[in-house]
């Protein structure tokens, strides 16, 4: 199989929560908080799970994918490198994707949280490269509206 040119993508995704900005940003830094919406789901399991929020820290999540996928039993892994922090404000991240020994894809992830109100604006820019058996731009983006909407509901709980 001949190599495929790599797609570049990127955007941007803006959400209002009604929750203080320090309450979002807990979301990204804590790993308790942040397994619940980002990680845990019904369809997938999840064989591992670490944040360590601190510039230079990691990130890992290895999803053993579920039966109602179109990889069942295929493993899925991100890994990430913490760029930057601006404690209650912004967290910027490095990362990988793979399915199952294939790397498909590598990102720089932006998420930037400012008061707005009684609530806050969250910001996520998200800029990758994708490469064969990748996702694709469409599916990454309507995974991250997913998780934005999960994490609306792990703030309202």
């Known amino acids: 199989m001949e190599p495929q040119p ?3 993508d990127t955007f941007v995704l803006e959400r209002r929560y009604p929750a203080a900005a320090e309450r979002v940003f807990s979301y990204f830094s804590d790993p308790a908080k942040k397994r619940r919406w980002f990680a845990d789901s019904e ?8 944040l360590d929020c601190r510039v230079g820290g990691a990130e ?6 579920g ?11 991100t890994e990430g490198v913490v760029q930057e922090i601006a404690p209650g404000r912004r967290i910027v991240t490095a990362t990988t994707m ?12 932006t998420i930037e949280i400012a008061p707005d ?3 806050a604006t969250l910001r996520c820019t998200h800029q990758a490269a994708f490469y064969e058996g990748a996702d694709g731009p469409a ?3 309507d995974g991250w509206r ?7 509901q792990a703030l309202a709980n």
């Not at 997913?146 to 609306?152: G, P, S, V």
């Open 6 to 8: 790599v797609i570049h």
């Open 60 to 65: 890992r999540t290895l999803y053993r994918m």
């Open 43 to 50: 369809g997938n399991a999840v064989e591992v799970f670490d």
């Open 117 to 119: 109100g009684d609530g």
């Open 139 to 141: 599916m990454r983006q």
């Open 98 to 109: 793979s399915l199952g020994e294939r790397r498909i894809s590598s990102a720089l992830i």
């Open 67 to 77: 039966p109602s996928t179109p990889f069942p039993g295929v493993g899925l892994a």
């Open 146 to 152: 997913k998780l934005l909407d999960r994490l609306a």
